[in-house]
Each structure stands twice: as structure tokens, then as C-alpha cells.
């Protein structure tokens, strides 16, 4: 794994749009894997300015997001849907029908097929070349939960008690959040050519000791990154503490 500390999140968030504009410009056709939760923010906010003022093109992206909530209507607050799209994609210039997060809607009987189909849209594009991965505090990449193995496919997720309440704020009460998600697998992210790590904050700084030098485990799915041929671990300096001390 490639570690860059960076002096800020500002910095961070440049950075990590640079590697993604850098492969946007190359491929102007790759398909990228996007990430939600608060750490990525800022790199769409970059992403945006990229586009507005340096004419950075994505027609031709596709994207395809790691995860939503089960259940969540595409325009609930908290859908990712709808966060991809205020942040990212309602911003720039990516076709609508090219931008892909797992139907959080779709009734249980069809969540198999439908995880399959997502599963085939990803292969059928070609792959995902680039990923953007955020950390949570269970070790969690996507929503894989511990437990996770390495072959895990896209499919439906039981969240962790830590997850739940980290998401508690933006839902106004743990009893809000969704106790299920539809993700992406280990063994999905995996298969991305590259893949970029993004934490920040000293409330990451223990989890993500562990993921970058802990033994591989599905204790921490986190882990199975450091079997990754081509990983960017960008951290600001909170989120590297244990790893400096
Ligand atoms: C959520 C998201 C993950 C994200 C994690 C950390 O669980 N589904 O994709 O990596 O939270 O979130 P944050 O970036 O807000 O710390």
C-alpha cells in the first residue's frame, strides 16, 4: 500500500480528486467506484470545481456507488442516492443513466437477483477501475461488517451497533437508522484495479492502525485491502496518529 499523510482534509480532498481527474482524463470512459459517508465531501467539492472552472468532463463515466441503506427511498435525507446526487452527480456533467447505486427500495424477494444484476452491470462495463473507499469504526469498507469474507459479493448487510449510532446524528436518532444495507462485497472492492483509502480524523486513527498493520481478518474486512496489488491510503494527520506512534 502506497500512504500519503496529508497536512489537512482540504489537502486530502485535492489530492484525492487529482488521482481521480488524472484517471478521468486518461479514460475519459473508465468507471469509477464512489464512496459516501462525511470523509469524501470534500473531494466531490473538488470534483465539482475541477469540472466548473477546469472543464473536467465525465459523459462518458460511469460510476457505480458501494452501498444504500435498506429501504430508504432514493429522496430520503439520508438515502445515498440523494447524496451522490447534491454532492457529485446533480453538479456535473455524468449521464444520469450511468450512475449506479444499489436499489435500497427493491422488495426482499428480489434483493438476490438484484445484487446479481449489480454484480453484471459492474463486470459488463468492464470493472470498476478506480474505487474510493472511506473507513468505518468497525473496520468496515462499503458496509462489509466484520464477519465479511474476502469472496463477498454485493448483497444484503445487518449493520453494526457502531455503525448505527456513528449514524445516528445525521438520522435524528439511532432508532431511525436502518438496521440493513445492500453493499458491495469485499470480494467486489477487490476487484477493482485500483483503489483509493481515504480517513481522516482522530476517531479513525485506532481503526485504521489496524486495517493498514493488523493481521488480514474478516474481523476488520478493512484488512484484506493490504492484499491489494494497487492501494492509496491518504490520511491526514488525527487519522495516522497510532500509526506514527
Ligand atoms: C458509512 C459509509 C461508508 C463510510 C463510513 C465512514 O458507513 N457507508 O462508506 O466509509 O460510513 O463514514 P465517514 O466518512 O462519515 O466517517
Do not use: W
Amino acid at each position: 500500500m502506497n500512504l500519503t499523510i496529508t497536512p489537512n482534509y482540504t489537502a486530502l480532498s485535492i489530492m484525492a480528486a487529482r488521482l481521480i481527474a488524472q484517471l478521468v482524463k486518461a479514460k475519459p470512459d473508465c468507471n469509477l467506484g464512489l464512496a459516501t459517508g462525511r470523509t469524501p465531501i470534500g473531494v466531490y467539492a473538488e470534483l465539482v470545481r475541477m469540472h466548473r472552472e477546469e472543464g473536467l468532463s465525465f459523459k462518458r463515466v460511469r460510476s457505480f456507488n458501494l452501498d444504500e441503506y435498506y429501504e430508504l427511498q432514493p429522496n430520503h435525507p439520508q438515502a445515498y442516492r440523494r447524496y451522490m446526487n447534491e454532492h457529485l452527480f446533480n453538479r456535473i456533467d455524468i449521464a444520469p443513466q450511468n450512475t449506479h447505486i444499489p436499489d435500497g427500495t427493491i422488495d426482499f424477494e428480489r434483493v438476490y437477483s438484484h445484487c446479481a444484476d449489480y454484480e453484471r452491470a459492474i463486470d459488463d462495463a468492464g470493472g470498476i477501475d478506480l474505487q474510493v473507499l472511506g473507513i468505518g469504526k468497525s473496520g468496515h469498507v462499503g458496509l462489509n461488517e466484520p464477519g465479511s469474507t474476502a469472496e463477498s459479493r454485493t448483497r444484503l448487510i445487518t449493520l453494526e451497533p457502531v455503525t448505527r449510532l456513528d449514524a445516528a446524528g445525521d438520522f435524528l436518532g439511532i432508532d431511525n437508522v436502518p438496521t440493513r444495507a445492500l453493499s458491495m462485497g469485499v470480494g467486489t472492492i477487490m476487484r477493482a484495479k485500483r483503489i483509493i483509502l481515504l480517513a481522516t480524523g482522530v476517531h479513525k486513527a485506532s481503526v485504521v492502525a489496524r486495517a493498514l498493520r493488523g493481521p488480514v481478518s474478516t474481523e476488520i474486512p478493512a484488512t484484506f485491502l493490504q492484499e491489494h496489488p494497487a492501494v492509496e491510503v491518504l490520511l491526514d494527520r488525527e487519522a495516522a496518529g497510532a500509526l506514527l506512534a
